[in-house]
């Protein structure tokens, strides 16, 4: 008898939920960064071990919608809530008793799936804190150390339906390529720039020729003014020569194989407010109810 189904990981902004992807993967699928909103779209991870398969689904931290870019980001974020099978309500232990997940959800009642709260950087909190959080129930976890997940991916995995694969046990993502080396570009950007610009930078693929040698890939960064496009360039080109060199070294570790990276920065005005720049960089767009 085996089981497979979808395992939903939500909580709020820098909760650690692509830390934890990263963890029960083996590897790295999800970008990760300190600054908040870092993760725009559900991230995919399988885990196959033994006769559990469970499809993890990385959501962009639940937040109040600002503008259109978040709103797609929560409208992701409560369709990956929907389509779960088991929920890891991810919170951040340090920052005290979190509230329920339908609350940090904005939803009127609790979803259908059942929930499990995991208390994550478990490691970081005191004695006094941590026996505060046990009337919480959560099942304290470190997503950076390791410590605890096990123990919460055997709870998900006897929570799973009784069902066949979903896909291949050796496959750990049913993302491609294209998707996670524009997600390891912005995530370049992210560690390298301040604390304004990266919110207003999107990355495009625009040429992935697989067969060549090195693999050439065209990646275009677009923020949403000129003087954004001055900062990421830098002086006489510093700033976008060490982007390339950095994001080419993770691209290369990701492929197995050598990489030319053609990096380019280009103005998209106020995308992360246009429906139609959203959609063309891939944001999925549908109602919330």
């Known amino acids: 008898m085996t089981r497979a189904g979808i395992v939903t990981v939500a909580g709020r902004p820098n909760s650690g939920k692509s830390t934890l992807l990263n963890r029960i993967i083996g590897q790295k699928l999800a970008i990760v960064s300190p600054k908040p909103q870092s993760t725009r779209d559900r991230v995919v991870g399988i885990h196959t071990a033994g006769d559990i398969q469970?499809?993890?689904?990385?959501?962009?931290?639940?937040?109040?919608?600002?503008?259109?870019?978040q709103r797609v980001m929560r409208t992701t974020a409560l369709r990956a809530l929907r389509d779960a099978d088991v929920i890891i309500h991810l919170a951040d232990a340090s920052a005290g008793k979190p509230q329920s997940l339908a609350t940090e959800a904005g939803l009127a009642t609790e979803p259908k799936a059942p929930v499990i709260l995991a208390l994550n950087k478990s490691d970081l909190v005191s004695p006094r804190e941590r026996a505060a959080l046990e009337s919480t129930g959560g099942t304290f976890i470190s997503a950076q150390s390791g410590d605890g997940v096990n123990d919460l991916i055997a709870r998900c995995g006897a929570m799973l339906p009784e069902s066949p694969f979903l896909y291949p046990a050796d496959e750990i993502s049913s993302q491609s390529q294209r998707f996670f080396v524009a997600e390891l570009v912005r995530e370049t950007a992210l560690e390298q720039?301040?604390?304004?610009?990266?919110?207003?930078?999107?990355?495009?693929?625009?040429?992935?020729?697989?067969?060549?040698s090195p693999v050439y890939i065209r990646a275009v960064l677009y923020v949403e003014r000129d003087s954004q496009k001055a900062i990421l360039i830098g002086a006489k080109g510093a700033r976008i020569r060490a982007?390339?060199?950095?994001?080419?070294?993770?691209i290369e570790k990701l492929l197995g194989?050598?990489?030319?990276?053609?990096?380019w920065i280009k103005v998209l005005a106020n995308w992360r407010r246009n429906a139609s720049a959203l959609a063309r960089f891939g944001y999925q767009q549908s109602e919330e109810g």
């Open 54 to 69: 469970m499809v993890i689904l990385d959501t962009p931290g639940l937040m109040d919608p600002a503008y259109e870019l």
């Open 193 to 212: 720039l301040g604390d304004e610009v990266p919110y207003s930078v999107a990355c495009e693929i625009e040429e992935f020729r697989e067969g060549s």
């Open 243 to 250: 982007m390339g060199q950095a994001a080419r070294i993770k």
């Open 257 to 263: 194989e050598a990489v030319y990276l053609d990096l």
